[in-house]
């Protein structure tokens, strides 16, 4: 698909979920990587974070955040958790929080691929050298959202912070050999369908390995708390057609989906997307990590929650893995 034929599938009114497009993204979906969901434990280690984004509830000017560190051996405990869950896969996500120094984050990565489990890395902007010793130090994978190719919108976004560093950032951590995840917000204030169309474009420009979509939701306690959230049916756009530009990405049905939808995990994993990510931590400590309110959670437990995400996936006659 070129931006044109992009630009004008995200302009046409939504129909149904049925439609041609999100059709056209399973099909793609199934051809290319097959019936299975991939389930990776995700780890929300620590909500300081030293960056501003105005939509964000972990910004550092939001007073009224509970902040919280989870220590080394409790990040350690929660992937062998992770290991006991059968989960082949953890992610490491926290707000840019450098209380974690470089050794400390190379010896939780270093324990961590001791239980040959895959491991990706969330953990924001940090110096390029030390991405190059994580990845020595056994990190398979980084995740770090592009969030709006908008340079302008970046940078209302974002205070202090620079796009083109952003970009550089992430193909960098290709280039230096990680599997790469990036993504966007949809429906952020004075966002444009052009600028959405150029957000799918540049997943295909960094050749993205696993690109991570959702709506963007108001939190309160953020400068953006009056804001119109995002749409679920255009951020299933998004993912829909991302599949079809990138046939074999990774494409998780993110947690902000399932947050502004009540059945919004599954609609994505039936509209181009393969790979859930629960989160794996404690709810009475993971319930602070809030970007955004309502977070879709783990309240009822976390086996309990990974157990009917399964059951709900083979309902719809897919195989959790
Ligand atoms: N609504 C939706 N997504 C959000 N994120 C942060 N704040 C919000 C919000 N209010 C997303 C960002 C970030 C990811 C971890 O969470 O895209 O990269
Ligand atoms: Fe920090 Fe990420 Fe939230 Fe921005 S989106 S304030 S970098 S946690």
Same mark, same amino acid.
């Given at each position: 698909?070129?931006?044109k034929?992009?630009?004008?599938?995200?302009?046409?009114?939504?129909?149904?979920?049925?439609?041609?497009?999100f059709?056209?993204?399973?099909?793609?979906r199934f051809e290319?990587v097959?019936?299975?969901?991939?389930?990776?434990?995700l780890?929300?280690?620590?909500n300081?974070?030293?960056?501003?984004?105005?939509?964000c509830?972990?910004?550092?000017?939001n007073?009224?955040?509970?902040?919280?560190?989870?220590?080394?051996?409790?990040?350690i405990n929660?992937a062998?958790?992770a290991?006991?869950?059968?989960?082949?896969?953890?992610?490491?996500?926290?707000g840019e929080d450098?209380?974690?120094?470089?050794?400390?984050?190379?010896?939780i990565?270093?324990?961590?691929?001791?239980?040959?489990?895959?491991?990706?890395?969330?953990?924001g902007e940090?110096?390029?050298?030390?991405?190059?010793?994580?990845?020595?130090?056994?990190?398979?994978r980084f995740l770090?959202?592009i969030?709006?190719t908008? =340079?302008?919108l970046?940078?209302?976004?974002?205070?202090?912070?620079?796009?083109s560093?952003?970009?550089?950032t992430?193909l960098?951590?290709?280039?230096?050999?990680?599997e790469?995840g990036?993504?966007?917000?949809?429906?952020?204030? =004075?966002?444009?369908?052009?600028?959405?169309a150029?957000?799918i474009l540049f997943f295909?420009?960094?050749?993205?390995?696993m690109?991570?979509?959702?709506?963007?939701?108001a939190?309160?306690?953020?400068p953006?708390?009056?804001?119109?959230?995002?749409s679920?049916?255009?951020?299933?756009?998004?993912?829909a057609?991302?599949?079809i530009?990138?046939?074999?990405?990774?494409?998780?049905?993110?947690?902000?989906m =399932?947050?502004?939808?009540?059945?919004?995990?599954?609609l994505?994993?039936?509209?181009?997307a393969?790979?859930?990510?629960?989160?794996?931590?404690?709810?009475e400590?993971?319930?602070?990590?809030?970007?955004y309110?309502?977070?879709?959670?783990?309240?009822?437990?976390?086996? =309990?929650?990974l157990?009917?995400?399964?059951?709900k996936?083979?309902?719809?006659?897919?195989?959790p893995?």
């Amino acid at each position: 698909m070129n931006k044109k034929e992009i630009l004008n599938a995200l302009k046409e009114p939504f129909k149904s979920f049925d439609d041609e497009l999100f059709k056209l993204a399973d099909k793609t979906r199934f051809e290319n990587v097959g019936d299975l969901v991939l389930l990776r434990g995700l780890i929300e280690f620590s909500n300081f974070c030293n960056k501003n984004c105005l939509y964000c509830g972990l910004r550092y000017e939001n007073a009224n955040c509970h902040r919280f560190r989870l220590n080394k051996e409790q990040i350690i405990n929660y992937a062998k958790n992770a290991v006991e869950l059968g989960l082949e896969t953890v992610v490491l996500q926290s707000g840019e929080d450098f209380y974690y120094k470089e050794k400390d984050l190379i010896e939780i990565i270093s324990e961590i691929k001791k239980l040959n489990i895959a491991l990706a890395l969330s953990v924001g902007e940090r110096p390029i050298e030390e991405y190059l010793h994580f990845k020595e130090a056994g990190a398979d994978r980084f995740l770090m959202r592009i969030e709006t190719t908008d =340079e302008k919108l970046y940078s209302k976004m974002h205070p202090k912070a620079d796009f083109s560093k952003r970009k550089k950032t992430i193909l960098k951590l290709k280039e230096l050999g990680f599997e790469l995840g990036t993504g966007s917000l949809v429906g952020l204030p =004075e966002q444009s369908l052009n600028s959405i169309a150029d957000d799918i474009l540049f997943f295909k420009e960094v050749n993205a390995d696993m690109v991570g979509v959702g709506p963007f939701i108001a939190s309160p306690d953020t400068p953006l708390k009056n804001a119109t959230d995002g749409s679920f049916e255009l951020a299933l756009k998004v993912v829909a057609l991302t599949r079809i530009i990138l046939p074999y990405a990774n494409i998780p049905a993110t947690t902000a989906m =399932e947050t502004i939808h009540p059945n919004g995990r599954i609609l994505t994993l039936r509209s181009g997307a393969n790979v859930v990510m629960p989160n794996i931590v404690d709810y009475e400590i993971n319930k602070n990590y809030l970007l955004y309110s309502n977070k879709a959670s783990n309240q009822f437990g976390v086996k =309990e929650t990974l157990n009917s995400i399964k059951d709900k996936i083979i309902s719809i006659n897919r195989i959790p893995k």
